[in-house]
């Protein structure tokens, strides 16, 4: 009982000091975070940091994303619930889940069969059913089931490929941060006709490289 009451006081402070003074303020946002609990999605060890403005390691040199950057992405993201979405890094799959209860479908891709062989069970346990789980490389994107209506990239790129944009949907809108460290970018891009897109300068942050980007960054060198 004492510690789902630390939890909850967490959880009311993250909302309030972290994620509300982002400029997250979408009432949707806010209650998709306090409904799903983030310390049943990241590693054990790390539970009690769950609610903490920080990255969380994961395995294979992955990390979480900070909890005002999930929100914030959320927001400007603006899913509706007969969206198709893409996420590309299912990482701990506490952001699949907030995705799953946003919109209508999503297709969830990792690089590592262990993220999305535990995310199976994470998601089953919460009862979120309306998502299919791939294992590849979608350092192109994932053409299979494209187009989108939003698609997620969990982790950065050192340069934007315009083959994410392409897949999606008009209307359909693009997170992605971009750049190096220590200054990325985080974008917005928008479909707005054949062949034409907008693009949006959210904030700055800082995370590691998308897997596969990683893997061909090294490989140049």
């Known amino acids: 009982m004492n510690t789902q009451m630390n939890f909850e006081q967490a959880r009311f402070n993250m909302v309030e000091q972290q994620i509300r003074t982002w ?3 979408d009432q949707h946002v806010l209650d998709l975070i306090s409904e799903i609990h983030r310390e049943d999605f990241v ?4 539970r009690q940091l769950a609610l903490a403005d920080v990255q969380l390691p994961l395995a294979h040199q992955q990390v979480t994303m900070m909890p ?7 927001q400007a993201l603006d899913i509706k619930k007969t969206d198709k979405i893409l996420e590309i890094g299912t990482g701990c799959a506490y952001l699949t889940a907030l995705l799953a209860r946003s919109g209508q479908h ?3 891709v990792d690089f590592f069969p262990e993220f999305t062989g535990e995310a199976k069970t994470k998601l089953t346990r919460h009862g979120i059913n309306n998502v299919t789980l791939e294992t590849g490389d979608a350092i192109k994107g994932w ?10 990239v969990t982790g950065s790129l050192p340069v934007l490929d315009p083959c994410f944009q392409k897949q999606l949907d008009i209307g359909g809108r693009l997170f992605v941060i971009v750049g190096t460290s220590p200054v990325m970018e985080a974008l917005l891009i928008t479909c707005i006709g054949e062949n034409e897109w907008s693009t949006e300068s959210l904030f700055e942050t800082d ?4 897997a596969g980007a990683q893997i061909s960054t090294e490989f140049k060198l």
């Open 207 to 210: 995370i590691p490289a998308l």
């Open 143 to 152: 053409a299979q089931h494209a187009p989108y209506d939003v698609i997620v």
């Open 106 to 108: 999503i297709i969830s």
């Open 23 to 25: 400029e997250v303020l």
């Open 68 to 74: 005002k950057v999930e929100a914030r992405l959320l």
């Open 43 to 46: 590693p054990v060890e790390y």
